[in-house]
């Protein structure tokens, strides 16, 4: 599978993404002046194939290309940047998909001495044929459909598609791969994987979401001139330091500093409501996550109130922890926020009814508080949701829905953004990739880390990240992402291609932040550099 880059190394921390109908009104908003797009576009296109294949089949000229054409401008696209390839000395052949085709395209390609064969769905030869010459191509431009698609590629498309999907050579998707649903990214029918998408205006939403993304390749967005023309996007990427295992820019410029004189209590005090006898490692994941992340002192809240000298984890705890404090729930001191649930298994532990109906501190809610805290959104007593983070994985995220008798989706970012709507608090969502979800209608796409980080407590460190960031001042919304995106960062570095566990990913979080913390900010020098920098209050997200 190929990850998503993208190209130019485009400025900003923070890669945005349209819906289809937005970037389609817009082009029609540019078009009214009188720009040639499909010109604009085409152009583009065949010079980024043109690189592919210089760097893949050693030249452009002689080299085998193979367009793929559906019925719309999407196959118009693909059919004048074959054109252009052809000018080049390319041997081009256009396979028409559909029972119409972009006429000044085939035209197009026509006259520059391209070849153009129409095989009939239903002809098993000419299928097989088809296959053989997409097989057989140093590269092959994906111009079925484009942001007029319509559910899974249907006809002879279809049937070609499914019987190249594994095939080995390039592969080039003009403004998206064919098969995947713009606005969503879910993958319906047989998509072939590009090794580079160039994607015309605007990122659309569903090359950056979970489900797409791995099928994009490296995500090159050609400039039409759009943006006067295009509303508010409908989410954002996170982008890396240029590797998986270098956090990006967003740390670097909101990560929370401490000024020159702070002390302990101003720069944030977390409680952590963690672990019982049958969870006890839970605890000490989050809480060491936590000293990790930079907060000014941990109070770690053991279960049914007991004291530190008789509860077993408090022990355990101190050991990875030695400078925190253990407090039973009625002694516990100030905190600036709170981490409650994870690795907590009786339903009815105080500490959660403390935090979720007595506290009014932010708070990071995750594992065993959030069913609570859908319970308690029913009775409509749920306090200060909109300081809570709910920090759910897809089967916690169901069951959550189902205490709020939400209707059922198909897709776990709709029944996030339900959550939200249903709550007011930010949902963080976790899977491979992760996504962050505001009540204010802000989504953010944060790239996840290895597979091997789906291990057990992996969820307890990024409570104790994120919970830490709260505690600095961070709004819930903005935590979630730099907590997820530094989680990664930190799981890439554990694993360094190999397992991890969840232990080693809290280890590595320290010099994740170091690291960009150090590191320059567009503009503003060294990120450290000297003035105070105050904790922010969120008000840049
Ligand atoms: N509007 C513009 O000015 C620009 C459009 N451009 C290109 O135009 C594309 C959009 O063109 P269109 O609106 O013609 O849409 P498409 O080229 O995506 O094709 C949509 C057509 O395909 C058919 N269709 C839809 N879903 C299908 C399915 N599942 N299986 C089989 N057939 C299906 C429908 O008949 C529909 O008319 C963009 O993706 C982009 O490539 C670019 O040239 C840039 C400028
Ligand atoms: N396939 C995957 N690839 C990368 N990261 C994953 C994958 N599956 C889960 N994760 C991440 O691992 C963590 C698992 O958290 P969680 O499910 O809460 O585990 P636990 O409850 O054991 O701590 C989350 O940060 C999640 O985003
Ligand atoms: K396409």
């Not at 289809?20 to 082009?27: E, G, N, S």
């Not at 064969?117 to 484009?146: Q, Y």
């Not at 090794?195 to 994009?216: C, E, N, Q, S, Y």
């Not at 959550?419 to 944060?446: C, Q, Y």
Request: charged fraction near 20%; aromatic fraction near 2%.
């Amino acid at each position: 599978m190929s990850t998503l880059t993208w190209t130019p190394d485009a400025p900003g921390e923070l890669l945005p993404g349209w819906r289809a109908a937005d970037v389609a009104a817009a082009d029609a908003a540019r078009l009214a002046t009188g720009v040639d797009l499909m010109a604009v576009a085409a152009h583009a296109l065949a010079g980024r194939c043109a690189a592919l294949l210089r760097e893949r089949a050693g030249g452009v000229s002689g080299r085998a290309v193979v367009l793929l054409v559906g019925p719309g401008n999407n196959g118009g696209d693909a059919l004048l940047a074959g054109a252009s390839l052809r000018r080049r000395g390319a041997g081009v052949t256009a396979l028409l998909l559909a029972d119409r085709a972009h006429e000044g395209g085939v035209a197009g390609l026509r006259a520059a001495g391209g070849r153009v064969i129409r095989p009939h769905p239903d002809d098993e030869a000419d299928l097989h044929h088809a296959a053989d010459l997409v097989r057989d191509a140093d590269l092959v431009v994906d111009g079925v459909l484009g942001i007029g698609a319509r559910g899974a590629v249907r006809g002879a498309a279809h049937d070609l598609l499914e019987r190249v999907a594994l095939r080995g050579g390039a592969v080039v998707a003009c403004d998206l791969p064919s098969g995947l649903d713009p606005d969503t990214g879910a993958l319906s029918g047989p998509v072939l994987p590009a090794d580079v998408t160039v994607t015309f205006g605007a990122a659309k939403a569903g090359l950056l979401l979970p489900r797409g993304r791995h099928v994009v390749g490296e995500l090159v967005v050609v400039d039409l001139g759009l943006e006067e023309h295009l509303p508010d996007p409908a989410l954002h990427l996170v982008r890396d330091g240029g590797a998986p295992d270098l956090p990006g820019p967003h740390v670097a410029v909101r990560w929370p500093r401490p000024w020159r004189d702070a002390d302990k209590y101003a720069r944030g005090v977390l409680g952590v409501a963690a672990g019982d006898d049958r969870y006890p490692g839970a605890a000490v994941l989050a809480c060491s996550a936590a000293a990790a992340s930079g907060v000014g002192m941990v109070r770690y809240v053991p279960a049914d109130g007991r004291a530190a000298a008789v509860d077993p984890v408090g022990p355990l705890v101190l050991r990875a922890v030695p400078e925190l404090l253990v407090q039973p729930l009625a002694d516990v001191g100030r905190v600036q926020a709170w981490v409650v649930g994870p690795g907590v298994s009786e339903p009815d532990d105080p500490r959660v009814r403390h935090v979720l109906e007595e506290a009014d501190e932010p708070a990071v809610v995750d594992a065993g508080a959030l069913q609570a805290a859908a319970r308690l959104t029913r009775e409509g007593t749920l306090r200060r949701p909109d300081r809570l983070l709910l920090t759910p994985h897809r089967g916690e995220l169901e069951r959550v829905a189902g205490v709020l008798g939400l209707e059922r989706r198909e897709d776990a970012v709709d029944t996030a953004r339900d959550v939200v709507a249903r709550t007011g608090a930010v949902v963080l969502l976790k899977g491979a990739d992760t996504v962050v979800l505001t009540p204010e209608g802000r989504t953010t796409v944060v790239p996840g880390g290895p597979p091997w980080l789906a291990t057990a407590g992996a969820g307890d460190v990024l409570a104790g990240v994120a919970g830490a960031l709260l505690a600095a001042g961070t709004a819930p919304g903005r935590a979630a992402t730099l907590a997820a995106h530094v989680h990664a960062v930190a799981a890439h570095r554990a694993s360094r291609g190999g397992p991890l566990h969840a232990a080693l990913v809290a280890d590595e979080v320290r010099g994740v932040v170091a690291d960009a913390l150090g590191a320059r900010v567009p503009g503003e020098g060294l990120a450290s550099g000297g003035a105070p920098v105050l904790w922010d209050d969120g008000a840049r997200d």
